[in-house]
């Protein structure tokens, strides 16, 4: 009851920063989606005007070529290179931005979370020393990210593939079933799960100790207090998932954007809890 209480009390006070931080986060991401999705769209479109002339190269090229037929034909080969040359650039400068992005905020929050502890605090306390925990906030989520991303991908896929089987089973339909593995199911989630839950711990102790001295703590206290540590972990992640899985759908229908927002904001006051609990658990660490 006492880790309750004092997690209560830190929430309180660092409730509406973490909201308000949230809300910029996925403002700015919500911006950089879309600014990347239209100058992809804008890429691919001059793209798909100028492959019709790519397909005259045939009959160009069985034919008397014209000085105007060839300058044609370089023009729209320089314009198609240039335009997936141009896809390219901006898909890894949005992820590079991303990146950048999440390891901003999320550092914020977390900062936010640990300073509260004890007292109320102000953005302008967060900043103080904060730029070198930011820089190991983000070398220790290079890593994680390169574990997790692939992995969460392929864990929904075999999930969608399982319940697709599963209704295919049950209403006894005559299609091809994909093909899906439990085992590789119960992999996938536990590298997902252990490797988000080393790594909440890292961003805890990047408070009290250098990188090495965190990362290193991480693994120690995650493996000592899993009995505590770990249900609570994995139960953010069962609630927090679907919530986001189930949004990406609900955001697609025009007359559910208020629940969608509504679900968004459940997730924001879900993660400030997790945060502030696991700061709370791990501050004698």
Excluded at 20 to 44: D, P, R, W
Excluded at 88 to 110: P, R, Y
Excluded at 127 to 140: A, D, G, H, M, V
Aim: charged share 15%; glycine share 2%; proline share 2%.
């Amino acid at each position: 009851m006492q880790v309750l209480e004092k997690t209560a009390q830190t929430l309180k006070r660092n409730i509406h920063l973490l909201i308000f931080i949230n809300l910029i986060f996925a403002a700015t991401t919500f911006s950089l989606l879309y600014f990347t999705g239209k100058k992809i769209q804008e890429y691919v479109l001059a793209i798909y005007a100028y492959a019709p002339q790519l397909q005259e190269l045939e009959s160009v090229l069985s034919e008397d070529v014209s000085i105007t037929d060839l300058n044609k034909l370089n023009e729209s080969l320089a314009v198609i290179n240039q335009s997936y040359r141009m896809v390219f650039i901006v898909t890894i400068a949005s992820i590079i931005a991303f990146f950048l992005i999440w390891c901003f905020f999320q550092s914020v929050e977390w900062r936010i979370t640990y300073s509260s502890l004890k007292k109320k605090i102000g953005l302008e306390d967060v900043f103080e020393n904060y730029w070198k925990y930011t820089l190991n906030f983000s070398i220790i989520t290079i890593p994680a990210l390169l574990i997790l991303f692939p992995s969460f991908y392929y864990l929904v896929a075999q999930v969608k593939a399982l319940f697709l089987n599963l209704i295919i089973k049950l209403y006894g339909i005559s299609e091809a079933a994909p093909e899906t593995s439990y085992t590789l199911i119960a992999l996938l989630f536990a590298i997902v799960l252990f490797t988000s839950y080393f790594t909440i711990i890292a961003y805890v102790m990047l408070n009290k100790y250098k990188l090495w001295g965190s990362i290193k703590r991480s693994f120690k206290t995650g493996i000592k207090r899993f009995r505590v540590l770990l249900p609570i972990h994995l139960s953010c992640l069962l609630i927090i998932i679907p919530i986001l899985y189930l949004d990406s759908y609900i955001t697609r229908l025009i007359d559910f954007k208020a629940a969608a927002i509504m679900s968004i904001l459940i997730y924001f006051a879900i993660l400030a809890f997790y945060q502030n609990l696991m700061v709370v658990l791990l501050e004698k660490e």
